[in-house]
C-alpha cells in the first residue's frame, strides 16, 4: 500500500483519481480548503478509515509554503498527485486564476522537497490548455511535450477563460525543467 497526498481533494479531477487510489488499496491524504469539504469527501467514502482516507487542510494554496505541513506525514508519503488549481471563468482579474495556480504548483514542490524526502514520485496535472494555441489552426496536428501555449500575460487579463488557458500554461512553466504537461480532459478546453 503506498501512502500518498492528493490536492484539491475536492475538485473534479482529484474525485476520480481518488476513486482510483482507494480502489487499488492506497493510503490517501488529500488537501481540501475547509473541514466542510473534508465532511463531504468522507460522507461519500463511509467505507474508508483514516487509515485509508485522511485529510490535510490547507485554505489558500496561493500562500507561501501553504503545502509544508500537509506533506509531513507518518507513516511518510511516497507519492504526490497535485490537482489543486482553480476551475472557473467567473474571474475579474486573471490574477484570480493565475496566483493559485502557479504558487500552489511551485510551492507543493518546495515543500516535498523541504519536507517530504521519502517522496519517490510527484504528479502534476495539467490541461491541454497548457499546450493549445488558441489563436492558430490547430487541424491534424498531433500534441506532444514539445508542445507549449504561447498565451502572454498581456492576453491572460483579455477574458476568464484566458486566464484559465494562461494558469495551466504558467504553473507549468515556471515550476521548472521535468515537468511536462499531462492533459487532464482535452473534450473539457
Known sequence: M????LTGGSG???AHVLEALLARGHSVVTTVRSQSKADAIQQAHPEFTKDRLSFAIVEDIAQQNAFDRAVVSNPPFEAVIHTASPYHFHA??????????ITGTTGILHSVQK???????????????????????????????????????????DSPANAYRASKTFALARAG?????????????
Open 2 to 5: 503506498t501512502r500518498v497526498l
Open 92 to 101: 475579474t482579474d486573471a490574477k484570480e486564476l493565475l496566483l493559485p495556480a
Open 12 to 14: 473534479f479531477i482529484a
Open 115 to 157: 519536507y517530504a524526502p521519502l517522496v519517490k514520485r510527484v504528479v502534476v496535472t495539467s490541461s491541454f490548455a497548457a499546450i493549445n494555441d488558441v489563436y492558430a489552426s490547430a487541424a491534424g496536428k498531433v500534441y506532444s511535450e514539445a508542445d507549449w501555449s504561447p498565451i502572454t500575460e498581456a492576453q491572460a487579463n
Open 177 to 189: 525543467p521535468g515537468i511536462i504537461p499531462a492533459a487532464e480532459d482535452p473534450g473539457r478546453d
